[in-house]
Structure formats: structure tokens, C-alpha cells
């Protein structure tokens, strides 16, 4: 951004928009803590502090004395210590040595006896579990990982303070009688200009119209902040009419204090992106016209993402925005993320001869091949996309795993190609009598069993096959049995428990998400409660429970390798964790909203995460940082879904629409439009030419992934400045569509061998 | 942009404000309670924004008062209790002022905790299994079938369901009986009702045995019968799978011993049946029948069993069908059946012998056609007298068939309107521009076709139309029982069978015996050729019989014309014989069946009525049935 702006006659302008990434980062921080903790002290340092140095580097020393300040403030010694450390270290090495220096740091950890460095920063820990946020950048990777450290401070009474600190900025103020003027003139203005920048600069209209507003509120001149509204709200978006109704409501200073929305709104910059040109004409504009009023607002809330070429049209802006803060800032985007598939680890062939004995002479040519064709590709040279194999410490293969990758691949030489003339076959699996409330469901990998959370607390474990539930026997028993037998491991097995599903009681509120491991000895469940519990499938009991997340957890995922899962909340902070850990080992902060849902890459190098600010974003799992941030989806997002080939990102929210993105460049790539309701689920085939949708709607339906992929022309232009047009075309991918017999489809699943398997509770 | 609309928000009013201040003790001034009025209104806004995330993450589409209170409880404040009820609470005004309340009724904890009837707990929570196949182009296969699974259905559902179709398909007569007649009363049957459908459309893989293809039918009749189930959509499936066995030339037909005539009269029957009675549930079924019945009978490739079922399906739905459908169609379906019949090669023989099949039904449909034709033109003239008694020949028949419930016909119809239906149908139906044809030149017509084998008579003269007599008045002119072989005759039946008159010739005659007076003649067959085929000492021949049918109803068997041999030690014989009518310059002769026999078989192991459709039976044969799950008759429909 800084790049662009190098005009002289902006050159305070480039000084405050300086400050205002620091600002910026700061405000993430504060506006993560915003409904969970204020940490008033980081967000005043930083951004009061000597902001004006240069260069990254520096800046971030910046921010880690700040951090500093604030541990010391709280009697964190330990926490204190750590950063000391850690800082230490980093002092003579640039920034990219420290990131080498994590990452062997990781690599060096031995899955194998189950430590893991990831958590490092836990073990000098004593505090309670952590809902400390983390500065998303600024302090970037080294403090995320500390911020497990962050012990977390006693909430009660320091609302009031921290609010007041960040309504402050309101104080200033003009005339309230003048608000209306200023509002129409800047409207006249952009009604005036010429076609090419209206559209541009009327995406003014919604933050002005937001700040001044609260300003106005704020100043007690609740008679004109009405009026204000009145005359105005109709001239916005459609797609802001959530947070119009919430802003609506809002008309009294008393009402300011502990407002989720309005927090978002002041402690985050709102952020535009507009061409130099159109940029230039309103500032022309404001300037002639000494609109000092509105000038501050641009200055103080919002962030002008200005680039040079053609400025974008009506429907290019529309696609992008409708999230809570605006646009993501290009450079946002610009990290590299590997969002290649890691190698297939070899499978030795004796594991064959185990498996089956029997067909041994003319079983073994056959399975070879199946495994030269699938993993060839794969194997014999690594993508160039894809992150180092060890990247992120992966839990080595047991035994059990192997013959689970064999089993996978027998079936997948089955498995049926899809594609617009042959479609999967669905099958749906209705949950009865729930009158409980189904609230979430998941399948293991290979659709044997289906497990689904209720608004009851229960979560229970249906087994899909004839092979009936068992539980292991217990300890006294366990010790009778002939531990050399052959069969032991079909002797631990009590017969008497066998049935076919399992109740799984422990949560003490709704069961928001449920989500099996790979290996379908775990199962995941986050509840209302504010925990995640581990529950073993050997004995349906439950195993741990994950305290950390203080409020209603929405979404848990378990990584594709099994071992770490992510979950998040209406904290809005996301979480890393690894089973063997009761606390977190990273913490993802900087959605403005709650995360409503989560994904694993397939590489487990990152977790894709949507919340109810209308964002998606992407983390690194090694440093937590933010890599990617999509902006387009109108409404909460509340289902993700990457490609096999970890490519693509598909995303669906409340407004009904699938939003389709493209990891490598950061670009929205297609937009699917059909559904009538929230898009619940959302899956890719296993080869990942059909996208299936599971909607509120009542209906599944079926995308034409590939050609959604290949329509979009990505010449360099579009790829640099991520300016996209879509192209209308949703009803050619729409495959096809399958009603429900009143049953909202909360979960789809595609089989090792491609059948699409849904499933919903009737909802007569 | 142009969404202008303005949000307006449920308000608090001030004085309710004051009163729960009153009701607490505490007195309001008016400033005070304005404040909080506003503030209460903000935080209810709140709370209501809040709680509405609960709902969407628990995929509903309702709020519910427990997402409103999990709001409240993560902002600390009290949640509400008290109102947990999934259903909705009234809520009623008071009739003086202006009061609304929320209804709540006093519990009486005493009584519920005492009581004694404790409530089952709601049925299990379950996963429930549904496929729908996709073929390649995404399209849904027909949803029609239900997944053979069966296992979402209790216990006690599943082992009835195995026990009902083990032994109605089983080989245990009294067993399918006792089956039978549970599934035509039990009320509890309802959820099975699926299952018992899918088993029923298996009549297609079964078309080889007829046995099978009865009990089926059976099954069908049971279910149609049942006054708890309700069908629904179901009949549809019930409809096809009978109109199957009318219409489908059967594997089971391929074999002549087979008697699957009796079958597609049984359906027949049935699928009248289940019109009259359920034909509303499924719109424009009447329709679909008919479309479906007329399809089969103008295509001439269709094998003459098929055209058989048609004609009877016809019959079955009453004679306003067989009016629009089959009546249209006569004269060229008449010129196929012709060339059959007139066919004598050997090896043509079967063909024939189903084609007098056909003969016999058609002259059966159109006999009540015209039947019922001029006793409705007649209960027309008669209008002016209200509800007139119906002709007690007719009532007494109808009461008197053997059919378990005979489809309640209505005669003078309107009443249920299969005219509406035909009106109703669509563009391109051949009935649209069909006209009622007068009496006397339908009559003209058929008689021009069957010449005196029409047992209705009315005068061709030129004077007849004016007002033609109530037909039951007139007592039919040719009447005769046809021969029932070993068989009694059921004596209260009346209605008019058409009067045959067989010859029987020695295989030397080729020429067709009895042109008796153009008017009499008429040959039938019985099944008793067969048994006197069989025992060929006993020679009963009636050569050109000609009884005017002056005959009373209770007719012995002795005076039914029987068949008689010339005992002819060589070669099988071979009989023919006429039926006599004026072809109308058509052909000067009678119609002349002709058929052979091949006694070589050990004919006295076979029941009589395999045989019979070797013969041209025209009406009925057969022994006089109470039940209609004999299938000894065919062609029996009452009337």
C-alpha cells in the first residue's frame, strides 16, 4: 500500500495511513478481545506509541516493548520471561532466520513419543486457560505463539474504561445540525462525477453514513442521529441491513457500551479499495470544499486501499464487499501459502501380506499397480506448491493407520468418476424423532459411522454398517484375556455392549459441532458450554475436555491427519490444539465477529475459519498469521470446504450463495447462486469435480466444480490487483437439485467410492 | 438501495413500564419510566439479536424461548422460566380494556406426580436411510419403489409384515385366507402399507404364475378393502400392478392349460373395485385407465389376451366406458377379430380359440351397453317420477352376483360423474368429439356385428327410438343358459346371456351346419365338451338346438344343450358351428366358429375347466360362484 502512495502531496497522508497499519493491528487486537476481555494498555501503546519509525523490523520491536510493558503491568513474570527469550533471540537474527528458526524448531519434534514443540509457550504457563488474543500482526508469529502465555486478566469492571477509550475518538465533534449537509453534499458529489468513479466512491456512503451516525449518538444528539437514519438508511446496501437493524437500534450513548457490532465498527478501520484516480477527484472535492468533518472520519476510521488502473465496476465492488469491515487489504492476500497436498507417506508392501493372507500370489500384482497409478503422481516428485513435509510435525503412522490407507486405496480404485453426465447417487440419512434438535453431524472417512450432536447435550454415535458398536472390557476383565491370541484385539471387545449407537453424555449445553478422527478411535464435540471434548470410541467415554474457549464454541475440525484440531467460537478467536494438549498451542485472533465455522487444509499446514463478520480467513498453523482474508459473502458464513487438491475454497452463508476462492492467488473465482437458504454443508467429491451443497432449503445440490475452476480467466491483471469478474453463470454449473422430504441437510459426506451420503433431521 | 421500508421494532409501552415498577413497589415518575421504557426496548433488541445466533447454529428455522434465555444467560441476566413448551401459548386479550396475557394454566403437581398412566417416552432417536438413485443425467429414478430395507419398521410391524406375505404367498390355503382377512380389517397397518405395495408390484416377476398372480390380486383386494388404510398416491401403484394383470400378455399364457381368462376377469373386477371406491384420491385416474384400455385395444399387435383384458377392463368400468371406448373402436377391431375367427387352419387354432374369447367379452360389454343404455333413456322419460324404484330384474341381479361388493354402478350416473371426467379430458382425447350415438343405431350397428346373438332386442324397425322399451320389461327374446358342463347354474341369476346354439359336426363337415332361420341360431359351447370329449361313450349331442329362451331362470342341466359326437374313432373332432345373424349384407351367413380338439391327452386328469378356453365359450362357464376368489367363472360381471 505504501508502495502505491508515494505522491508528495500526501505525504502526511502516507504518515497516517502508516500509523494506521500499526493502528490497524492494534485494532484487530482490541476488537478480538472486544466482547471477551479489553486489553486497553496494547491497543494505547501501540498506537500512541512512537508509531512514526520506520521499517518493519523496527515496528515490530515496537509493539513487542509494548507487550512487554503490558506483561509487566499484570505480573506476568513467566510470560515476561518467555517474550524476554524469545525476543532475545530474535534480536540478532532478521525475520526470516526466526522463522526458520520455528520451523526447525518443529521439525525437530519427534511426533512419535507425542511431544510436540508447537506447544512450547504452554509449559511455562501457569495461568488459566488463555482467552487472551493475539496481536494478528504487528508482533506477527512469535507472539502468537506466546499467546497462550497471555494470562487473562480478571474482566469484571474494566468494560467500562476500555469502551470509553475507544468511543473517545468520537468525541470531537461538529455541529450535529451540519451532519445531514455534509452526508448530501458528499452524496451530490458522487452522483455527480462521472460513471467510472461513482460506483467507486459510493462505497463511501456506508461508513460515513455508520460514523457519523454513531458520532452523533455518541455526542447525545439523539434527535438528529435519529433523523440522521432516517433520511439515509435507505440509501445503503442491502446487504448491510443486518448491521443497519443492530445500529438502529442503537440510540442512546448507554447503548454504545458493550455493543458487539458497534465495537467492530470503531475499533476496526472500515476498509475501501479505490483507484488513484477516483481517490484524487474526492479528495479534490473535500478539499474545496473544507469538509474537515467528513475528512476525519476518512482519516480516523477508515482505510483507503488506493491502487493505480482502471477503477472497478458496480458489480466487480458488490462481489467483494458486504463484510463487516470492509474489503481485505490487498497486501492481506499476498502471502505465499503452500497449498499443495504433502507427499503419501510409502506403504510397505508386508503390510499386504498381513492384511490378506489369502489371496497373497495373485493379490499382490494387483494391489501394486492400483498404488503405482494413485500415488505415482503424487509421490515421485513433490508439488511445487505443496510445504515441506515437515512443516508442521505430523503424528507417525501406526500400524492400524496403514492398513486404514490400504483399505482407502483399494476403494478408491472402485470409485466411480463424477462428472456433469455422471452424478453421484445420494443417499440420505434422516435423523428421527430428534426432537431434541439435531445440531450437528459428521461421518468417519469411511462412512461407517455417522455421529450427530443435539441441542439436548447428548452426542451420539450411530454405527451405518451391520457391524454393531462395541465397547472395550473392562480393566478387571481385560486382565483375563490371553494377551498373546492372535485375535486379542477382537477379545478386548465386550460382546454385551454391542449395539447400534451410543450415547455420549458430558456436555452441559447444546453440542454445536462433532467431528470424527481419521482413524475413528476419537470423536470431537464443542458445546454451548465453552468446552471441546474428546471422546474415545473404544470405550464411548470421554477422554478430555478442552477448556479455553470461555463462550459458546460454534465448530471443531479435526485435522486430516489426525492428532491436532482447531475450534472457534463466539470469542472469535479460533484455536489450535493437539490432543495431548489440554491447552492450546496456537490461537488465531482477528475476526470482528464469532467464528461460526472451521476447516483443515488437506495439507494440515492451515485452517480456514468463517464468521459471522462475512470473512473468511486462512491461518498458518506454523506461525499463525493470517494469510489469506476472503471478502464477498453478505452474510454469516457457516459452512467451508477446500478442494481434494487443496486448490480451491468453497464457502457458503446465510445468504444462500457458494462463494468459490482460489488459495494460490487470493481471488474470489465464482459465485454459485441457487440456494434459498444458509448453505449448511458443503463437500467436494473425492476427486473434486462435483461440489455438493446441503442447504436450510431443504434441498442438496450438485456444482460443476471443474468448470467453475476453468471458466475463470486469470490473466496477470486480475491476479495482481484481484479486481475478477465473475462470470454469471450459476445456473450452467447447477447440476442438479434434490429436495428433501422436509429435512434441512446439515451434513454431506462423499464415500471413498463417491457416493454423496447427506444428512438432516425431519423437521415435519 | 430502494429498500426503504422502515424497521419498526416492538415497543415496551411507557405504562407497563409503571406498572411492573407498581407491582414492585416502586413509583415511576414520568421521566423516569420514559427512560427506562427505551432502555428496556434496547436490551429486549439485544438479547433478541443474540439469541439469534443460538437458533442459527442449531439449524432451525424458529426462534425458541431456549435460545432467547441461553442469550440472557451469556450477558448475565436471568433467564426466563417457565415457558420451555415447544407448542404455542395463547395469547388472549381480556375483554374489558385493553389487557393481553399470556395464557398459563395451573398444574396439579399432585395429580401428575400420582397418576398412573405414565407417558411412553417419545420414540427413539434414529437414523432412517433413503437412496435416491441418480442416473447419468442427474435425474431422479422413479421414486415409486420403496427401498427394500425394512428394517426402520418395529419389531412387531416387521414380523406381522413377514407372517402376512409368507402366508398369503405361501402354500397353506386356510393360512392365506386367515391372512386375507386380517389385512382387509386390521387398523394398525398403516405404516406397512408401503411395504405391502412394493410387494404387490412385484406381479411382474411373478407373470409366469398364475397362483401367485391370485394371491397378489387377493392382497390388492384386501388392502383396497381395509377401511383403516388410506391409500393416498398408493393407489396408483395398486392401479398399475392390476391393470398388469389385465392387460399384459402373462409368461403364464403362453401355456393354454393355463387359465389366466379367469385372472384378467378377476382384475378386472378389481380394478373396478378400487375406482368406485378410491378412484378419487388420484386425479384424472379414470382417465389414465381408459387412455390406458383404449391403447391396448387399437393396437392390433397386441396378442388377443391383452385386447381380452381390455374389453373386460372396459365392461368393468361400466357401460359409460364401454360406450365411449370400445363401442367407437368395433368396427375395426372387427375386421381383426374377424380374420381370425375365420381362420380355420390348424394351426391357427389356439389364436382362435382366444378370439372367441374376446367375441364372447365383447358381446357380453356391449349386451349391457345396450342394456343399461335404454334403461337410462328410459329412467330419462320417466323423470318426472323421483327416485323411481329401479327395475327390480336389475337390483335383484346386482344383489344377487356372486362379486363380494359389486361396484356400486350408478345407472342413471351423473352422480359421479365419469362424464365430467371424459369432458374433462384433455385436448387430443379421442372421446372429445364423441357424441352420444341414439339407441337404435348403436343397436343397428352391434346387430349388424352379432346379429342375434345380442340377446337385448329391440325392433330395427324404423318407428323404434321413440320410445324404446325399458328393457327388463321385455324380457330378452333368445335366452338361454349356456351350458355349464358339470356345473349348476346359479338360479337366481338373470341377467341375459346370450343364447348359443352349438353344432357340433363331424370333421367331415366343413360347412356350417344350422342356418336355421337366420334369427335363432347361435351356438354355444360348453365345457362339457371337454367332458364328453373326454368320455366319448357317452354321446350327448344337441345338434342345432334351438330353444327360444322362453326358458325360466332355474335352469337344470339337463336341458342345456350339450354337445354331442358323432363317435368318430379316427382323428380328433372337430367342431363347428354358427352363429347366426344378418351380417347386414356383410355376409350372408352366420358367423362360423370352428374348432379342434386333440383328445390325446389324459384328459380325465385335468379339471374341467382347464379346458375351458379351448372352446369358444361365449358367456359364462363354470360353476356358479358365491366368491369371487373362485376363479371358476369368467366373463362374470355383474350387471
Redesign the interface.
Known amino acids: 500500500m505504501a508502495a502505491v502512495q508515494d505522491a508528495p502531496v500526501e505525504a502526511d497522508n502516507e504518515k497516517e495511513i502508516k500509523t494506521e497499519t500499526l493502528n490497524d493491528a492494534a485494532g484487530n487486537h482490541a476488537s478480538a478481545a472486544g466482547g471477551v476481555i479489553p486489553s486497553p494498555p496494547v491497543a494505547s501503546t501501540s498506537s500512541s506509541g512512537p508509531a512514526k519509525a520506520g521499517g518493519p523490523g523496527s515496528e515490530e520491536q515496537q509493539t513487542l516493548m509494548a507487550v512487554l510493558q503490558f506483561l509487566k503491568k499484570n505480573n506476568f513474570v513467566g510470560a515476561v520471561d518467555v517474550l524476554r527469550r524469545e525476543a532475545g533471540i530474535l534480536e540478532d537474527s532478521d525475520e526470516s532466520q526466526g522463522q526458520e528458526l520455528a520451523a526447525s524448531a518443529l521439525g525437530g519434534a519427534e511426533a512419535g513419543d507425542a511431544t510436540c514443540t508447537l506447544s512450547r509457550a504452554s509449559s511455562c504457563t501457569t495461568s488459566t486457560p488463555a482467552v487472551a488474543a493475539a496481536p494478528a500482526k504487528g508482533a506477527g508469529e512469535h507472539c502468537s505463539t506466546l499467546s497462550a502465555a497471555f494470562g487473562k486478566r480478571k474482566e469484571s469492571g474494566e468494560d467500562q474504561p476500555d469502551v470509553n477509550v475507544v468511543l473517545s475518538a468520537y468525541s470531537q465533534q461538529g455541529d450535529p445540525a451540519l451532519y445531514q449537509g455534509y452526508y448530501s453534499g458528499l452524496k451530490k458529489f458522487v452522483e455527480s462525477v462521472l460513471d467510472c468513479h461513482r460506483a467507486e466512491l459510493s462505497q463511501l456512503f456506508y461508513p460515513l453514513f455508520v460514523h457519523m451516525y454513531l458520532e452523533l449518538v455518541y455526542n447525545n444528539h439523539e434527535t438528529e442521529a435519529k433523523a440522521f437514519f432516517e433520511k439515509f438508511s435507505g440509501d445503503q446496501e442491502c446487504y448491510y441491513q443486518d448491521d443497519l437493524r443492530v445500529l438502529s437500534g442503537l440510540t442512546k450513548k448507554e447503548h454504545m457500551k458493550g455493543n458487539e457490532t458497534l465495537l467492530d465498527f470503531r475499533t476496526s478501520k472500515f476498509v475501501l479499495r479505490i483507484s488513484r484516480d477516483s481517490y484524487q477527484l474526492l479528495k479534490r472535492h473535500l478539499q474545496e470544499r473544507q469538509n474537515n468533518q467528513i475528512w476525519n472520519i476518512i482519516q480516523e476510521h477508515l482505510y483507503i486501499d488506493i491502487f493505480d488502473g482502471m477503477p472497478r465496476s458496480k458489480s466487480q465492488i458488490d462481489s467483494m464487499s458486504g463484510s463487516l469491515a470492509g474489503e481485505a487489504k490487498r497486501e492481506a492476500n499476498k502471502a505465499k501459502v503452500f497449498y499443495g497436498l504433502l507427499k503419501e507417506p510409502e506403504i510397505d508392501v508386508p503390510l499386504d501380506d498381513e492384511d490378506e493372507e489369502g489371496e497373497n500370489e495373485e493379490g499382490k500384482p494387483k494391489k501394486k499397480k492400483p498404488k503405482k497409478d494413485s500415488m505415482g503422481s503424487k509421490s515421485k516428485k513433490q508439488d511445487p506448491n505443496a510445504p515441506q513435509q515437515n512443516r508442521i510435525p505430523l503424528p507417525e503412522l501406526k500400524d492400524s493407520d496403514k492398513l486404514d490407507k490400504i483399505m482407502y486405496m483399494k476403494e478408491a480404485t472402485k470409485r466411480i468418476r463424477l462428472g456433469p453426465e455422471s452424478l453421484p447417487s445420494i443417499c440420505f440419512y434422516t435423523f428421527l424423532n430428534a426432537y431434541q434438535g439435531l445440531t450437528a453431524v459428521d461421518f468417519t472417512d469411511d462412512s461407517s459411522l455417522i455421529a450427530g450432536g443435539f441441542a439436548d447435550s447428548t452426542v451420539r454415535v450411530w454405527s451405518v454398517t451391520p457391524k454393531k458398536l462395541r465397547s472395550v472390557k473392562s480393566a478387571a476383565d481385560l486382565n483375563l484375556i490371553d494377551k498373546e491370541s492372535d485375535d486379542v484385539l477382537e477379545r478386548i471387545m465386550d460382546e454385551k455392549s454391542a449395539s447400534e449407537s451410543k450415547i455420549l453424555y458430558g456436555h452441559s449445553g447444546p453440542v454445536y459441532g462433532v467431528s470424527f478422527s481419521p482413524d475413528r478411535n476419537y470423536l470431537l464435540s464443542c458445546s454451548e458450554d465453552g468446552t471441546v471434548r474428546l471422546w474415545s470410541l473404544q470405550t464411548f467415554t470421554c477422554l478430555v475436555g478442552y477448556k479455553g474457549h470461555n463462550y459458546p464454541v460454534w465448530d471443531t475440525q479435526f485435522s486430516p491427519y489426525g492428532y491436532y484440531f482447531i475450534s472457534g467460537g463466539h470469542d472469535r478467536v479460533a484455536r489450535l490444539w493437539a490432543t495431548d494438549h489440554y491447552q492450546p498451542l496456537r490461537m488465531f485472533a482477528g475476526h470482528l465477529a464469532d467464528i461460526t465455522c472451521t476447516q483443515f487444509h488437506p495439507n494440515s499446514n492451515y485452517v480456514a475459519t468463517g464468521s459471522a463478520d462475512r470473512t473468511v480467513r486462512l491461518w498458518d498453523i506454523l506461525n499463525g498469521n493470517c494469510v489469506r482474508i476472503f471478502t464477498g459473502h453478505k452474510g454469516p458464513i457457516h459452512s467451508l470446504a477446500f478442494s481434494p487438491n487443496g486448490k480451491y475454497l468453497a464457502s457458503g452463508a446465510t445468504d444462500g450463495r457458494v462463494l468459490l476462492w482460489d488459495i494460490g492467488h487470493g481471488l474470489m473465482i465464482g459465485e454459485l447462486k441457487g440456494h434459498t437458504d444458509t448453505v449448511y454443508s458443503l463437500k467436494f467429491s473425492r476427486d473434486g469435480e462435483i461440489l455438493a451443497s446441503g442447504s436450510m432449503d431443504n434441498t442438496v445440490r450438485l456444482w460443476d466444480s471443474i468448470k467453475a475452476f476453468d471458466d475463470i480467466e486469470t490473466d496477470d491483471f486480475t491476479a495482481a490487483t484481484g479486481h475478477i469478474h465473475l462470470p454469471e453463470n450459476s445456473q450452467e454449473l447447477l447440476l442438479g437439485t434434490y429436495m428433501t422430504k422436509s429435512t434441512p441437510v446439515i451434513h454431506l459426506h462423499f464415500t471413498r467410492r463417491n457416493l454423496l451420503l447427506a444428512a438432516g433431521a425431519y423437521n415435519p | ?4 421500508e422502515e ?1 419498526r ?1 416492538a415497543e415496551v409501552p411507557r405504562e407497563s413500564i409503571r406498572l411492573m415498577a407498581e407491582s414492585a413497589g416502586v413509583e415511576l415518575s414520568d421521566d423516569v419510566a420514559a427512560l427506562l421504557t ?2 428496556v ?2 436490551r429486549l ?2 438479547a433478541t ?1 443474540n439469541s439469534s ?2 437458533m ?6 424458529k426462534l425458541t424461548v ?1 435460545d432467547f434465555n ?1 442469550a440472557l444467560r ?1 450477558s448475565n441476566v436471568e433467564a426466563v422460566c417457565g415457558y420451555g413448551a ?1 407448542d404455542t401459548l395463547p395469547f388472549r386479550p381480556i375483554k374489558e380494556g385493553d389487557l393481553f396475557f399470556v395464557e398459563d394454566r395451573e398444574v396439579n403437581l399432585v395429580e401428575l406426580a400420582l397418576a398412573t398412566n405414565i407417558p411412553k417416552g ?13 442416473d ?3 435425474n ?1 429414478e422413479p421414486q415409486g419403489t420403496v427401498p427394500s430395507a425394512v428394517q ?1 419398521l418395529s419389531d412387531d410391524l416387521l414380523k406381522y409384515y413377514q407372517q402376512i406375505t409368507r402366508s398369503i404367498l405361501g402354500e397353506d390355503p386356510h393360512l392365506m385366507k386367515v391372512a386375507l382377512l386380517d389385512l382387509q380389517s386390521n387398523s394398525k397397518i398403516a405404516a406397512l402399507l408401503p411395504y405391502f405395495v412394493y410387494v404387490i408390484s412385484g406381479v411382474k416377476s411373478v407373470s409366469h404364475d398364475l397362483e401367485q398372480l391370485n394371491r397378489l390380486l387377493h392382497m390388492v383386494k384386501s388392502l383396497v378393502q381395509n377401511p383403516y388404510l388410506y391409500l393416498g398416491s398408493y393407489v396408483r401403484s395398486l392401479v398399475s400392478s392390476v391393470m398388469y394383470c389385465i392387460l399384459e400378455p402373462l409368461a403364464a399364457s403362453i401355456n393354454p392349460l393355463n387359465d389366466h381368462w379367469t385372472l384378467r376377469d378377476y382384475a378386472a373386477l378389481l380394478l373396478s373395485h378400487i375406482f368406485w371406491t378410491h378412484g378419487d384420491l388420484v386425479s384424472g385416474l379414470y382417465h389414465q385407465i381408459l387412455l390406458s384400455l383404449q391403447k391396448v385395444l387399437s393396437d392390433p399387435v397386441r396378442p388377443l389376451c391383452s385386447h381380452y383384458g381390455a374389453v373386460v377392463g372396459l365392461h368393468a368400468l361400466g357401460w359409460k366406458a364401454v360406450e365411449r371406448v370400445l363401442y367407437p373402436h368395433l368396427p375395426a377391431y372387427w375386421a381383426n377379430l374377424q380374420a381370425v375367427l375365420d381362420d380355420y387352419s390348424v394351426s391357427n387354432a389356439q389364436v382362435k380359440a382366444d378370439g372367441h374369447k374376446v367375441y364372447g367379452a365383447i358381446l357380453v360389454a356391449v349386451e349391457r351397453l345396450l342394456k343399461m343404455k335404454a334403461l337410462s333413456l328410459s329412467v330419462n322419460a320417466e323423470g318426472g317420477i323421483g327416485g323411481l324404484p329401479r327395475p327390480g330384474g336389475i337390483m335383484g341381479c346386482r344383489e344377487s352376483s356372486p362379486g363380494l361388493s359389486p361396484p356400486p354402478e350408478p345407472l342413471s350416473e351423473p352422480g359421479l360423474g365419469i362424464a365430467s371426467h371424459l369432458h374433462a379430458g384433455g385436448a387430443g382425447c379421442p372421446w372429445e368429439d364423441w357424441t352420444p350415438v341414439p339407441l337404435p343405431a348403436m343397436y343397428c350397428e352391434l346387430y349388424s356385428f352379432f346379429g342375434d346373438s345380442l340377446a337385448v332386442r329391440f325392433s330395427t324397425g324404423p318407428s323404434l327410438g321413440n320410445s324404446p322399451p325399458a328393457p327388463l320389461a321385455q324380457p330378452p327374446t333368445t335366452r338361454k343358459e349356456l351350458p355349464g358342463g358339470t356345473a349348476n347354474l346359479d338360479t337366481a341369476r338373470k341377467m341375459p346371456q346370450l343364447t348359443a346354439n352349438l353344432n357340433i359336426s363331424p370333421r367331415q363337415d366343413g360347412s356350417p351346419h344350422g342356418e336355421q332361420g337366420g334369427g335363432v341360431g347361435s351356438a354355444g359351447a360348453s365345457q362339457s365338451l371337454a367332458r364328453s370329449s373326454s368320455s366319448s361313450s357317452v354321446q350327448r349331442s344337441r345338434s342345432s338346438s334351438s330353444r327360444p329362451g322362453q326358458r325360466p331362470s332355474g335352469l337344470s342341466r339337463d336341458v342345456f344343450p350339450k354337445a354331442r359326437f358323432n363317435p368318430l374313432p379316427a382323428g380328433p373332432p372337430i367342431f363347428s358351428f354358427v352363429i347366426g345373424g344378418r351380417q347386414m349384407g356383410r355376409r350372408c351367413q352366420g358367423r362360423r366358429f370352428q374348432t379342434t380338439f386333440t383328445p390325446s391327452q389324459p384328459l380325465s386328469a385335468v379339471s374341467s375347466r382347464t379346458y375351458a378356453h379351448k372352446l369358444p365359450v361365449i358367456g359364462r362357464v363354470g360353476k356358479p360362484v358365491r366368491r369371487w376368489t373362485c376363479s371358476q367363472y369368467s366373463l362374470h360381471l355383474p350387471l
Open positions: 438501495m430502494a429498500d426503504r424497521r421494532f427505551e432502555d426496548c434496547y433488541r439485544e439479536q445466533q443460538f442459527r447454529h442449531a439449524k432451525r428455522r431456549e441461553r451469556w415447544q417419545c420414540a427413539e432417536t434414529m437414523v432412517r436411510v433413503q437412496v435416491s438413485y441418480l447419468g443425467k442427474g431422479l426402520t
